[in-house]
Structures are given as C-alpha cells and as structure tokens.
C-alpha cells in the first residue's frame, strides 16, 4: 500500500498501532501477556511522555519564574507553554485559568477550601451526587462541618443515572456550590452536566466538574459548558503523576484566598503585612511540578494527534463489545447500565466476591480493579460491598476483551 493510501486504514487498526507506544504493555504478568483494563485508576504512559520528561531534566531543568539567567527563562518558557497547552485542550478562554495541582483531589480541596472560606455561611448548602468519587464528597463535608453548612446529595436512579427531577428539586438560594464529576469512576455513567450547570446558573451557583474520568474520553470545553471550575489529573490521561489541573473561571479565582502560603504566591511580603501575586501565581505556593507539567502537555499533545473523537469511538466499541461477551457469563450482573457510558464496565457475578475474582484474573495475566473504586456511598446505594471493574484505555483492543472472557469463565467456574 501506498503511504497515500492510509485515509483506507480503519480507524481501529490506526488505534490498534498504538499499543506500541507503551513499553509497559509488553510486560508479563504471572507468566501471561499483561492485559491492563485499569485505566480509569491510572494510565499506562506512551513513551513521547517518559522522553519529553526526561529531555527537560537532561537539557532544560532550572527553578522557574526567578532567574534571569537563560536555563530558567527556557525551563520557564517550557512550563508557561505547557500552562498554554493545556488551556487550548478545555478551551480556557484565558492561560491564567489555569492552575497547575498536583491532580484532581488537591484541586477540588484547593476549591473547597478558598471558595468555601469566601462564600460558605451557617446555613448554606452544597450540592453533590451519589455518584462522586470520595474526593468530590470529604472535601466538601469538611467545608460544611466547619462552617456549618448542609451537604446535599442528589439520588441516581438504579441504571447509575442522576435524577434531574431531585437535582431539581435541591437547587435554592441558600446552595453556594454544586459539585460533580463528569463521568463516574466506577459506573461510567457520562453525566448531563451542561444541563446542571444551566440549571444551576439559573439561581446564580456555581459548578465545580470534576472531569477526572472525561479528560482522557472526550473533547472538554470549559466555555462551552460553561464550568465555573474543572478539575483533572495528568495520570488519568496518559501523563504523569503528581501533576492536574484546576480550571477556575477567572472572575472567581480573583475573587477566592490564597489556598498556601509561601513563595511564588506573593508580591510583597513585610512582617506586617503580604500581598498576593496575581492569577495564576497566586493558587501556585512554593516550587511548581516543571518537569510533569511538561509531561502533561506532552500527554495532551499526544492525545490530540491521536483525536479524542476516535480515542472515544473506539472505547465505546470495546465497551459494547465486552458488554455483550460478558454477558453470556451465568449470574453477570452489571453494577451501571445508564444509556450514557464511558468505557467501564463494573460488574458482580452470582454471590462471588470481587476480591476472589480480581485474584484469579490476576493469575492469568488480566489487571482489573477491585473493590469500592473510592465510592462508598454508591456501593451503600446498591447494597453491594464493591465490584470488579474493567476500565479501558486507547490502547486497549477486542483481543484484551476476550482474554478477559476467558479467564473470568476460567475464574467462575472455580469460585463457584
Ligand atoms: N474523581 C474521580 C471521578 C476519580 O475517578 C478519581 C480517581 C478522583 C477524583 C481522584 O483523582 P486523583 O488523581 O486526585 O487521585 N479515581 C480512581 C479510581 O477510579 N480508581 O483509582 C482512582
């Protein structure tokens, strides 16, 4: 075949060429070829991410923002341009929106915390869902016990979908934030979050997402939503640990304290008295993650060439795929059926435990999640103490899935 003709390539095999670019998949797992169908925990990372992390410590690393010399205007220069990258992946409409965290936890709590100091009162009351994530609930209990505000949290209906009538039904002057994440960790449910956040602009509230499981799935645009903040971590989306995002629009961000103290943050400091830097600097205390930043961008880079569109028509092929072949296994139950999915699939068979299956497929070379996934409350919901979850990534295919049926049959038939 001509190079010319590549436009022929189905989109599947243009992703299946992918695998390739991450080392780990080579591995072996108990003796079996690793089949990784945890991804919505954390990503595998390709190798532009490793080489763009170790190429800016071998020839670009000094401090940021500080020295006049020409190595720190370059490592500042390489992190102000992955902060640019990364508005242009949401859509920020401004790069000082753009606050680097180290993921989405210290990015919801950094909300919570600032905006919960400013605007949360006795009496108040912050929305969430039954859906979130523990991260997108413990902050915001902390908020309200501190301040004495109420949490109220909206039902999902037994699919895993938010019940827009209850949502409906809790928004009141007296809310000062609603809080939920996009698509949900342990169900895959893709939430109507641009309607919520309509609804919620009808009363003046504002709306943190928090887009943990969206990033790496589908095209976000903060404008068009219209989120007044959107939280996500690199790691979930094939860049590294220990760096995310906090997208705040930027006339609440003006409007919020300082989350730490310390360098980078300030303007002047007297004994007396300190004054604050401004946007972004001012949410970014002490020495920043330069080198994952720029890791992310390298991340974000590599998802684009790739298209989130075809990332997300192929996830939804395996989702369909696997769903239809599990299926056929006696006693499946599939914990999250809601029309909207991402690509997880959560699921119990007969009385079995979780741990008992996760163990087996372990043995046979298949990493999946066990567990609560961080959502208790939702477990507490359905009366179950946890599920196996298999979660895919772009480099994830059909083989993966069938490997997956055939040592959870294998699993089933000992365990049961
Ligand atoms: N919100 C959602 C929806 C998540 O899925 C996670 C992590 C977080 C927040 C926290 O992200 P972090 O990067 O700050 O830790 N979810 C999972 C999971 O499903 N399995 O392990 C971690």
């Known amino acids: 075949m001509e190079a010319f003709d590549v436009d022929t390539t189905s989109m599947k095999n243009r992703i299946g060429e992918r695998r390739k670019d991450f080392p780990i998949l080579q591995r072996q797992m108990n003796g079996k070829p690793l089949v990784f169908l945890d991804s919505a925990a954390s990503s595998q990372k390709p190798d532009v991410v490793t080489s763009a992390i170790k190429s800016y410590y071998d020839k670009t690393h000094a401090n940021v923002h500080r020295g006049v010399y020409q190595l720190s205007q370059e490592a500042t220069d390489a992190f102000e341009k992955s902060r640019a990258t990364i508005q242009s992946f949401i859509n920020a409409k401004h790069s000082h929106e753009v606050i680097f965290v180290r993921g989405c936890t210290e990015g919801i709590n950094l909300v919570a915390s600032s905006y919960g100091d400013a605007f949360i009162r006795e009496g108040d009351e912050v929305i969430i869902t039954t859906l979130e994530h ?16 109420n949490l109220k949290v909206v039902h999902v209906d037994e699919a895993g979908e938010i019940d827009l009538d209850d949502y409906k039904s809790k928004l009141s002057s007296k809310v000062k934030m609603v809080a939920v ?6 169900l895959g449910t893709i939430n109507p979050v641009k309607q919520m956040i309509d609804m919620a602009h009808e009363l003046d509230i504002p709306v943190l997402v928090d887009g943990a499981q969206a990033t790496p799935h589908m095209k976000i645009d903060v404008q068009a939503l219209d989120a007044d903040f959107y939280v ?15 997208y705040g629009k930027e006339h609440w961000l003006n409007k919020m304290p300082p989350y730490h103290g310390g360098g980078e943050m300030i303007k002047t400091v007297t004994f007396e008295k300190t004054t604050y830097n401004e946007l972004p600097f001012k949410f970014e205390a002490g020495t920043p993650n330069i080198a994952d930043s720029i890791g992310l961008a390298a991340a974000v880079d590599y998802i ?15 989702l369909n795929y696997g769903t239809d072949l599990l299926s056929s296994i006696e ?3 599939f914990i999250g059926t809601a029309k909207a999915k991402a690509g997880v699939i959560s699921f119990l068979v007969g009385d079995i435990h979780p741990y008992d299956i996760g163990t087996l497929l372990d043995k046979q070379g298949i990493a999946v999640r066990t567990g609560h996934h961080c959502t208790q409350p939702l477990m507490d919901h359905y009366g179950i103490p946890g599920t196996v979850r298999a979660s895919f990534g772009l480099y994830n295919n059909m083989e993966d899935l069938d490997r997956l049926y055939e040592a959870l049959t294998r699993a089933v038939n000992i365990l049961s």
């Open 134 to 149: 523990h991260s997108n609930i413990v902050p915001w209990q902390m908020v309200c016990e501190k301040k004495g505000a």
């Open 181 to 186: 994440n996009h698509i949900s960790n342990t």
């Open 232 to 246: 996500f971590s690199g790691h979930k989306m094939y860049g590294p640990t220990g760096i995310g995002v906090l």
């Open 304 to 318: 684009g060439e790739i298209g989130l569109d075809v990332i997300s028509e192929h996830e939804n092929d395996l």
């Open 331 to 333: 006693g499946m139950r």
